[in-house]
C-alpha cells in the first residue's frame, strides 16, 4: 500500500490527452511538499520528468505538464506519442514518516 | 554530468547481508547540495525510497526498514554504499542509488541503471 495513491493504468490514443492523478494527505501534498514526476520506460531507471510540482528539467518536451492543488497532484500528457508509453510515478515527502513517499505508478498505454 | 553506478553480488542468501555500493563520477559525494540515496524495485512492483546520506555521514531510513539498514559515505573513493541485513526473499528487487536534490521538498536526479539482487538460497 502507497502512501500516495495513483490509478494503476491510464490509456489513450496517439494525439490526445491523459492526465494521472496522484492523491496524498495531509501529511504529505496537503502539508505543503512539493510533488515529483519520474518516467519509467521499460528495462530502464526512472528518470526525472517534473520537479518542484510544475517544473520540467532541460529536455523534457512540454507535452509534460504538472500541477498541484490540496493535497493532488497531477501529471498531464498532451498530444500523446507512441514513446511516452511506460510507467509513471509520483514522489513527495512525508512528514509523519520523515521520508521520501512515492505513489504506487501508473502504466500508460498508448492505444 | 554526473552518472551513477551501482555494484555488487546478485545473489544472496537468506538470512544473510546485502551489501552494495554506488559510484559517482562527475561529481563529488562532498558536495552539499545533495543527498545520496538508495530506492528499490520489485519485479513488477512500485519504488520504495530506503534511506539517504549526506556528505557529513548523517543519515535518514524507511521507519520500517531502519532496523536492518547502514547507509555509509566513503568521500575518498567518491562512493557510498548499502548494507541490509537479515535479508528474505522479500527484499528481492532492483535496487537503485540516486543523488536527491537538495531544494525544499528533494527529488532524485539522476538515477544508477539498477542493479538486480536476488535472495535465495
Known amino acids: 500500500q502507497s502512501v500516495l495513491t495513483q490509478p494503476p493504468s491510464v490509456s489513450g490514443a496517439p494525439g490526445q490527452r491523459v492526465t494521472i492523478s496522484c492523491t496524498g494527505s495531509?501529511?504529505?501534498?496537503?502539508?505543503?511538499?512539493?510533488v515529483h514526476w519520474y518516467q519509467q520506460l521499460p528495462g530502464t531507471a526512472p528518470k526525472l520528468l517534473i520537479y518542484?510540482?510544475?517544473n520540467r528539467p532541460s529536455g523534457v518536451p512540454d507535452r509534460f505538464s504538472g500541477s498541484k492543488s490540496g493535497t493532488s497532484a497531477s501529471l498531464a500528457i498532451t498530444g500523446l506519442q507512441a514513446e511516452d508509453e511506460a510507467d509513471y510515478y509520483c514522489?513527495?515527502?512525508?512528514?509523519?514518516?520523515?521520508?521520501?513517499?512515492f505513489g504506487g505508478g501508473t502504466k500508460l498505454t498508448v492505444l | 554530468q554526473v552518472q551513477l553506478q551501482e555494484s555488487g553480488p546478485g545473489l544472496v542468501k537468506p538470512s544473510q547481508t546485502l551489501s552494495l555500493t554506488c559510484t559517482v563520477s562527475?561529481?563529488?559525494?562532498?558536495?552539499?547540495?545533495?543527498?545520496w540515496t538508495w530506492i528499490r524495485q520489485p519485479a513488477g512492483k512500485g519504488l520504495e525510497w530506503i534511506g539517504r546520506?549526506?556528505?557529513?555521514?548523517?543519515?535518514n531510513y524507511n521507519p520500517s526498514l531502519k532496523s536492518r539498514v547502514t547507509i555509509s559515505v566513503d568521500t575518498s573513493k567518491n562512493q557510498f554504499s548499502l548494507k541490509l541485513s537479515s535479508v528474505t526473499a522479500a527484499d528481492t528487487a532492483v535496487y537503485y542509488c540516486?543523488?536527491?536534490?537538495?531544494?525544499?521538498?528533494?527529488?532524485?536526479?539522476?538515477w544508477g541503471q539498477g542493479t538486480l539482487v536476488t535472495v535465495s538460497s
Open positions: 540516486a543523488r536527491e536534490v537538495v531544494r525544499g521538498t528533494n527529488w532524485f536526479d539522476p
Open positions: 562527475g561529481g563529488s559525494v562532498s558536495s552539499g547540495s545533495y543527498y
Open positions: 546520506i549526506y556528505t557529513s555521514g548523517s543519515t
Open positions: 495531509s501529511s504529505n501534498i496537503g502539508a505543503g511538499c512539493d
Open positions: 518542484g510540482n510544475t
Open positions: 514522489q513527495s515527502y512525508d512528514i509523519s514518516l520523515s521520508g521520501s513517499v
